[in-house]
């Protein structure tokens, strides 16, 4: 415990030393360059003081104008650029058809919807050809 105690001691003593070294040598070099020692400082003109003033005054405006700008960005919004997609909706998907029966019994309802589906789709069918070119005759002219 002593010992601890000599050492924390030592070390407070060799920073002292240090502190003592460093102001002995900055006045040496003081008194050397015959520096006036002035502990006052120089009074301030009044165009200086209205000077810092203004400086003053700016500096609180730019920090309001930055807190200001620091909600208005926190509450709008970010720019996304490029293609606009409209916010989406969850749309479910369509109920299944029933299935018809693949065993051998079938409702008389079922059998009759099957009829009126495929009567309609026959007659639905047109004979005329999707698409129709013209016959060009002058091949060999």
């Given at each position: 415990m002593q010992s601890i105690f000599m050492i924390v001691?030592?070390?407070?003593r060799i920073e002292r030393n240090i502190i003592h070294r460093k102001n002995s040598r900055l006045s040496a070099f003081d008194n050397i360059r015959n520096l006036p020692k002035c502990e006052v400082p120089d009074p301030v003109s009044e165009s200086q003081k209205e000077v810092e003033?203004?400086?003053?005054q700016l500096e609180k405006w730019k920090e309001e104008k930055g807190e200001k700008r620091k909600?208005?960005?926190h509450n709008e919004k970010l720019f996304v650029?490029?293609?606009v997609h409209p916010p989406l909706k969850y749309v479910p998907p369509p109920l299944p058809r029933p299935m018809?029966?693949?065993?051998?019994?079938?409702?008389?309802s079922i059998r009759s919807n099957c009829q009126i589906t495929q009567k309609n789709s026959k007659c639905?069918?047109?004979?005329?050809?999707?698409h129709s070119f013209k016959m060009q005759n002058n091949l060999h002219s």
């Open positions: 001691q030592a070390q407070k003033h203004k400086r003053m909600k208005l960005l650029a490029g293609i018809p029966s693949t065993s051998g019994r079938v409702s008389h639905s069918k047109s004979t005329k050809p999707l």
